[in-house]
């Protein structure tokens, strides 16, 4: 009886601890909130679950990444903002922005602001033809 009831707690316990996938809804949700809204938490969010092994949030998050660095390229290279320049220099000498994740998820303070940089851009350029949103490199 105790070994049977050890197995049935284990097996809930096992069960409890194993979190459902996201779904296509709710990696979209988390998408738009990331890319056009700039929040910060939704991209780590994603970033989380690619982590996990999560083919379509990887694929979400890496758009974001590098709908930011478009945008940070724009301003380097079109309007000549030597912060912009410098900004992907380093960007690129600490592996690009998917390493910027994992020294982030150990704990890198400037990492994790370097990403909030990248988010920041990347809302500003699904913005297209409306104000700039993200000054943070003028």
Do not use: H, W
Not at 56 to 63: D, F, H, K, P, R
Not at 71 to 99: H, K, T
Not at 106 to 116: E, F, H, P, V, W
């Amino acid at each position: 009886m105790l070994k049977r009831t050890l197995v049935g707690i284990l097996t809930v316990a096992t069960f409890l601890s194993i979190a459902p996938p996201a779904t296509s809804n709710q990696l979209n949700n988390l998408y738009e909130s990331c890319y056009k809204d700039g929040n910060n938490q939704s991209c780590g969010a994603l970033g989380r679950l690619c982590g996990r092994g999560n083919r379509q949030a990887c694929g979400l998050i890496n758009t974001v990444s590098n709908a930011g660095i478009v945008q940070i390229d724009y301003y380097c290279r079109q309007r000549n903002r030597r912060r912009a320049c410098n900004f992907l220099q380093e960007v690129n000498e600490l592996g690009g922005a998917g390493n910027l994740g994992n020294l982030c998820s150990q704990g890198d303070r400037a990492s994790c602001n370097s990403l909030g940089v990248i988010v920041c851009y990347a809302a500003e350029n699904s913005r297209a033809g409306r104000p700039p949103l993200c000054g943070l490199l003028n």
